[in-house]
């Protein structure tokens, strides 16, 4: 039996219609036949309990949508991830929101540690270069040095070599000849010195020469034989060349010779070795200094973050305890190496991008038109397509990071037109088209009865209500599309109990 309290309002609702028509004579009248339905409707009730009337639908033919509602946040399509680079304190970040050009400062981490570094791997460097430039020097005079020894034992060789081959050429044609010349001057002075010898002594007997006159020819005489003589043996040693005596002597000086010098080039060699060892120390100490320049640099770098090209600063938020979504980047924190901090993205190319149910996700295609209506503009609508879908399904997450037990796919939704209200962060909602189709029968899933093979729906007309099959289409949330069994204008019974079903 209905509820007591739907009669007295179907009661008052005829009151209502008709007190602005009547009069207050008649008021009473209607008033009483009102009460008199009352009666009668409730005696009608209690004769038949239980009894309802079924609620029915008509069947039109219109347009058939099925959609997939979800909730997404817009996204640039191209976008530029600026990441730490050290893991130092962050004491600069350009403001969110703000569009910055090509080359302007983004982030500052605090440098005091790499300046530092940086001095103290100059001074290193100025001081290696120091010592290899001494190193040089002392392994330059070494060397000369060296090289002026060695051409000294070089030049006793030559000398030596020189000797000994002269005496091998012995006798030598002019000396041979310069000593036959002198011989033959001895022998001529000797000569005219003993004629005199014949002739003075008469003279001096006589008393024509004085006897000093006569011993100083004696004297001469005598000088002249042993000049002869002298000239003789000269002649003599000349034409019989170098002797063997002569020779060896010659010989081990020049092995001498040799000996020194190969000495001397080996100490040359050990020694320059040394010295070219410590050049190459120093160098290998002014290379290792540099690369600590260079790094000291490097991370000086990297402690400024600087625009790579024109965009809008969108701070990032770093990955919280248990994939929970942990705050915006801030003055102060200390990011890890490679760390999102700011996002710059390209505002010509918008997306959207959300979780669809695995459910779900088959209705969905590359292409599948899609409404995008921004939370920031209600009643504004965009057009969209579903532009990329994740190849991997992972855990779904509520807004606050919670597992929902269900999983779900990235899916991406491009819009068609850009837009300067479409901005990187605001919430939308996609109503993703997964099918539609003109002049569609359809009715409400609580239409439906019957096993899934064999479906059915309760059509009233003429004062029955009876059974028919029916064949289904594409569903979705709420109707179904029937493609055999109805025409537009019936009346089909929803939610109809199966203890009154025929």
């Known amino acids: 039996m209905p509820d007591k309290k739907r009669i007295v309002e179907i009661l008052n609702a005829l009151y209502a219609r008709f007190a602005d028509r009547l009069t207050a004579r008649r008021l009473t009248v209607v008033a009483v036949l009102v009460v008199l339905a009352g009666v009668a409707l409730t005696w009608h009730f209690r004769q038949a309990p239980g009894v309802e009337a079924p609620l029915l639908y008509e069947v039109k033919k219109g347009e058939f949508t099925v959609k997939i509602t979800e909730l997404g946040e817009l996204d640039a399509l191209d976008s530029v991830t600026i990441s730490a680079r050290i893991d130092q304190p962050v004491i600069y970040l350009a403001p969110e929101g703000a569009k910055v050009a090509k080359g302007d400062l983004l982030v500052r981490f605090d440098a005091a540690k790499y300046e530092v570094a940086l001095e103290d791997s100059n001074a290193a460097l100025q001081v290696a270069r120091a010592d290899q430039r001494k190193a040089e020097t002392d392994l330059e005079a070494q060397r000369q040095r060296l090289l002026a020894e060695v051409s000294r034992f070089d030049t ?96 081990i000086r020049l092995e001498q010779a040799k000996f020194d010098l190969q000495k001397a080039k080996e100490q040359m060699a050990s020694q320059l070795l040394s010295y070219r060892a410590a050049v190459e120390r120093e160098r290998a100490n002014v290379e290792r200094a540099a690369k600590l320049v260079d790094k000291a640099t490097v991370s000086l770098n990297r402690s400024i973050l600087s625009a790579p090209r024109d965009g809008l600063v969108v701070y990032a938020r770093a990955e919280g305890k248990e994939g929970k979504e942990a705050a915006k980047v801030q003055l102060g924190m200390i990011p890890f190496e490679g760390q999102p901090l700011i996002y710059l993205p390209d505002l010509g190319a918008m997306v959207v991008n959300c979780e669809i149910s695995e459910f779900d996700i088959g209705k969905v295609k590359p292409g599948t038109p899609v409404e995008v209506r921004p939370e920031a503009y209600p009643g504004t609508v965009f057009a969209g397509t579903v532009f990329r879908i994740g190849n991997l399904a992972r855990m779904k997450r509520t807004p606050a990071g919670d597992a929902t037990g269900n999983k779900a796919f990235d899916v991406t939704v491009k819009i068609a037109q850009p837009d300067p209200r479409l901005k990187p962060g605001l919430t939308a909602t996609l109503d993703i088209i997964a099918y539609r189709q003109k002049d569609a029968i359809s009715v409400p899933l609580s239409a439906i009865a019957g096993q899934k093979e064999q479906p059915l729906v309760y059509v009233s007309g003429k004062g029955k209500i009876a059974a028919r099959r029916v064949t289904l289409g594409p569903s979705g949330e709420q109707s179904v599309i029937v493609t055999d069994g109805l025409q537009p204008g019936e009346k089909v019974v929803l939610n109809y109990p199966a203890a009154r079903r025929p």
Not at 178 to 205: I, Y
């Open 156 to 251: 006793e060789v030559r000398l030596a070599q020189l000797t000994l081959a002269e005496l091998r050429k012995k006798p030598l044609p002019d000396e041979l000849a310069k000593a036959e010349m002198e011989h033959e001057k001895a022998r001529a002075a000797f000569e005219n010195a003993r004629k005199k010898m014949e002739v003075l002594p008469g003279l001096a007997a006589k008393g024509f020469i004085t006897r000093d006159t006569l011993e100083k020819a004696e004297l001469d005489h005598l000088e002249a034989k042993a000049n002869l003589q002298v000239a003789e043996f000269n002649r003599k040693t000349v034409a019989a060349g170098a002797t063997a005596q002569e020779l060896e002597q010659a010989g």
